[in-house]
């Protein structure tokens, strides 16, 4: 059984930065496609970043050059540092781990593993 823990959510001015962190149960971030997804009120989730086994990484347009996802295997960790926030990137973050296919958001929707989400608040 797969467990993750975000942490690491908070609330920033726009332009601030945070790193979220997710715990992952042994192995896991070694042997997983790893990724962040996001839920705002009203919308649906959305892939933010993801990490491939072997550290290839992929992040959706409006966060490309702000967020970066890594990942620290002998921690079994996985972080997410978002710089230069905006107020439309308040949302519900989830750390996400898949095994199950090809390491896509699609797959990772379906076939994921997921936490309990950490709150990030951007004011203006």
């Known amino acids: 059984q797969v467990q993750l823990v975000e942490s690491g959510g908070g609330s920033v001015q726009a332009g601030g930065s945070l790193r979220l962190s997710c715990a992952a149960s042994?192995?896991?971030?070694?042997?997983?496609?790893m990724g962040w997804f996001r839920q705002a009120p009203g919308k649906e989730r959305e892939g933010v970043a993801r990490?491939?086994?072997?550290?290839?990484?992929s992040y959706t347009d409006s966060v490309k050059g702000r967020f970066t996802i890594s990942k620290d295997s002998a921690k079994n960790t996985l972080y997410l540092q978002m710089n230069s926030l905006k107020p439309e990137d308040s949302a519900m973050y989830y750390c996400?781990?898949?095994?199950?296919?090809?390491?896509?958001?699609?797959?990772?929707?379906?076939?994921?593993?997921w936490g309990q989400g950490t709150q990030v608040t951007v004011s203006s």
């Open positions: 990490i491939e086994t072997d550290g290839r990484t």
């Open positions: 996400a781990a898949s095994r199950r296919g090809a390491c896509t958001w699609a797959t990772m929707n379906l076939f994921g593993y």
């Open positions: 042994e192995y896991t971030i070694s042997v997983y496609c």
